[in-house]
């Protein structure tokens, strides 16, 4: 691009480049439709019943594409939709009269209409491009609704009560060591939750409370569902990856909590320190309150080989990976292990499958949700663990196992399409998983840095009176 242009010019350029991502949006919408009347003749020839045809196609535009296979499913499905059953729509889109995200609402809109019907909508509502090229988002999307009620009411009406089925609650990170928890409710429910909450933090700001109208209603929201009189006091099972540096001597070594991600060093330990009972004066002598009493925190510690950040994996002769070995694997590979696909794990897929020999090992493991792990049982998917570096250890109950060095380096996995390509995985880094100095002689805890924080020193003495109940938790 001439960089050297009025500005004039350039506004010419944003529009000009716009209308070229909508055109390239057409043209790949075309060329999945392509790939998967291919894929489905392969797949039929060789012997896949039709119900079971097409099976894995998303899942290959998804990592063509550089997302995730849930998003290649819905890609897949909107370009058969826009290439086969609307072609006003699709014209449009190549043209760069809209964008491939005002493509998808307005598919969207129609997909509870049979094909009849939904021909009819892309008809009428093309019938004055030039209109529609100036309608907003919303608007847009009204007009897509108002279509689809007048050709088929019942449809619409019908859809919106399935939708009520689809109702959930889903957890994803937020940046500084928060979450979204979200819940999609039938609308009077959402409405109902929302104005109870809201009736609550005006009562409490009405009577004094200090907190926020927003700190006040997600706190009333915890204790609602939990049960617990302060939302601070909801008992966990603290699944913190960690060093021993970063949990007893200061270490600035970052830990992880499976499920959400990295959390900072002093976050993971004031999130222990603040479920353990408070020291009764300097000495650390115990309170010795009931309240006092109670440890909020469930430790499950893994261990790793000094200086390598290494976990230590148990082996197992059955097909399905039994629990220990099954938290191993979620918690060394964090998220699906298929290149883009950040989903939470369900299964844990062997990659070299167990009726062709393969082992139920940490090494033959890896962790995927479903929509990745039915995706390879189409024909013409492989995958295979690429040679690393390997340790054999003994576990605590005289068991040989895989040593797997975590992190990048580590746990690699290759997959293979039914097309040829190959996509490499490698499992997350974990804390410690790089060479660290020595710290004295073996079996001795280093010491806490110069000006280590006095809670650093605070959690020592609580981690050192409870150390009977923890063992027996771990």
């Known amino acids: 691009m001439d960089r050297d242009v009025s500005d004039a010019e350039r506004v010419d350029q944003l529009r000009t480049l716009e209308e070229l991502k909508a055109a390239a949006a057409a043209a790949q919408a075309r060329i999945a439709v392509d790939l998967d009347v291919s894929q489905r003749r392969a797949q039929e020839a060789a012997g896949v019943p039709a119900k079971k045809r097409g099976q894995g196609v998303g899942a290959q535009v998804a990592l063509a594409r550089r997302e995730s296979p849930h998003q290649g499913g ?152 939990t049960g617990q009189a302060r939302a601070a006091d909801v008992p966990v099972e603290v699944q913190l990856v960690m060093t021993d540096r970063t949990l007893l001597a200061g270490d600035a070594e970052p830990a992880l909590i499976p499920g959400y991600g990295t959390v900072p060093a002093d976050f993971a330990r004031d999130l222990l320190a603040a479920r353990l009972p408070t020291p009764d004066g300097a000495d650390g002598a115990a309170a010795t309150g009931p309240d006092e009493r109670r440890v909020l925190a469930w430790l499950r510690r893994l261990f790793t080989a000094s200086g390598t950040g290494e976990l230590v994996a148990l082996d197992s002769r059955r097909r399905i990976a039994p629990p220990g070995l099954a938290r191993f694997i979620n918690t060394r590979d964090q998220a699906c292990r298929t290149s883009w696909c950040d989903a939470p794990i369900r299964h844990r897929d062997h990659v070299v499958p167990a ?35 390997q340790d054999t250890v003994t576990s605590g109950d005289g068991d040989q196992g895989d040593g ?71």
């Open 355 to 389: 009726a062709a020999g393969g082992p139920t090992t940490a090494q033959n493991l890896r962790g995927a949700c479903e929509g990745c792990n039915y995706a390879r049982q189409a024909p013409g998917w492989a995958a295979r663990t690429l040679p690393t570096s």
């Open 404 to 474: 797997q060095r975590a992190g990048p380096g580590g746990h690699v996995v290759e997959l293979t399409t039914p097309t040829g390509h190959t996509y490499t995985s490698h499992a997350p880094p974990l804390p410690g998983h790089r060479p660290a100095p020595a710290t004295g002689p073996p079996g001795r805890q280093p010491a806490g840095p110069p000006g280590a924080p006095e809670s650093d020193s605070r959690l020592k003495r609580l981690v050192e009176r409870h150390r009977a109940t923890l063992d027996r938790t771990a």
């Open 74 to 225: 819905r890609l897949l499905g909107l370009a058969k939709t826009l290439v086969l059953e609307m072609p006003h729509t699709f014209a449009a889109l190549q043209a760069g009269t809209i964008s491939e995200w005002r493509a998808t609402l307005v598919v969207r809109e129609s997909i509870c209409l049979v094909r009849a019907d939904r021909a009819a909508l892309d008809d009428q509502l093309w019938a004055d491009p030039g209109a529609v090229e100036r309608l907003g988002t919303r608007a847009l999307v009204a007009r897509a609704k108002q279509l689809a009620y007048r050709l088929d009411a019942a449809s619409v009406v019908a859809r919106a009560r399935r939708a009520e089925a689809e109702r959930s609650v889903s957890l994803r990170p937020a940046p500084d060591t928060m979450t979204y928890l979200t819940g999609l409710l039938p609308v009077a429910q959402g409405v109902g939750v929302w104005a109870a909450l809201t009736r609550t933090a005006d009562a409490l700001r009405a009577q004094g409370d200090g907190r926020s109208r927003g700190q006040i209603m997600a706190d009333t929201l915890v204790e609602r569902v």
